[in-house]
């Protein structure tokens, strides 16, 4: 049996909007940076109170960039056959804990334990039940075990050449 090599997908819209948003917010906080390190104040303190919106901005181009580097959601598959995805769980709440429904139970799949996959659009209503997550857009990888349960898997934010390589991966050994 020939031996798979650990893979990663990087969801691509996910990944595109944080090089957009926080790669400008990066480049207006190094400006900010340098145009405070080329301010020839004596009192530095007092120049910064004053310029308040210079610290502001190097402070939101560092700190949103490496904040929100955890909210880009990623596909990863192990030699050892299990495949995890990898996004942030926006709801834990005390109530969605007490009626047994774990954000983490989607997050990893076994490539032996599938027996098929589809891709299907969830209602609001079936979000709450089966995927104890929000999400903005609407597309999902149901993945059928042989035990009978399903797994919903978030792939909205993936491309859809991304999407069919993961659904050929995860059948490739099942």
């Not at 944080?18 to 009192?43: K, Q, R, T, W």
């Not at 120049?47 to 949103?64: F, T």
């Not at 589809?118 to 609407?138: A, C, G, P, R, Y």
Request: glycine share 4%.
């Amino acid at each position: 049996m020939k031996r798979m090599r650990k893979r990663k997908f990087i969801a691509f819209y996910d990944l595109l909007a944080y090089l957009i948003i926080c790669g400008s917010l990066f480049v207006c906080g190094i400006v900010c940076f340098i145009a405070i390190l080329c301010a020839d104040a004596v009192d530095f303190t007092q120049w910064a109170l004053e310029h308040w919106y210079y610290v502001l901005s190097v402070a939101l181009g560092v700190a949103i960039p490496a904040a929100t580097v955890i909210l880009i959601k990623s596909c990863v598959f192990f030699d050892s056959g299990a495949v995890y995805f990898r996004y942030f769980p926006f709801t834990i709440s005390w109530e969605k804990a007490a009626n047994g429904i774990d954000p983490n139970w989607n997050q990893t799949v076994y490539i032996t334990e599938i027996s098929e996959i589809e891709i299907v659009k969830l209602s609001k209503k079936e979000k709450k039940i089966l995927t104890s997550t929000k999400f903005i857009f609407n597309k999902f990888l149901r993945i059928k075990l042989r035990s009978g349960k399903e797994k919903y898997v978030y792939v909205a934010t993936y491309a859809p050449w991304q999407v069919k390589k993961i659904c050929e991966l995860l059948l490739k050994d099942s």
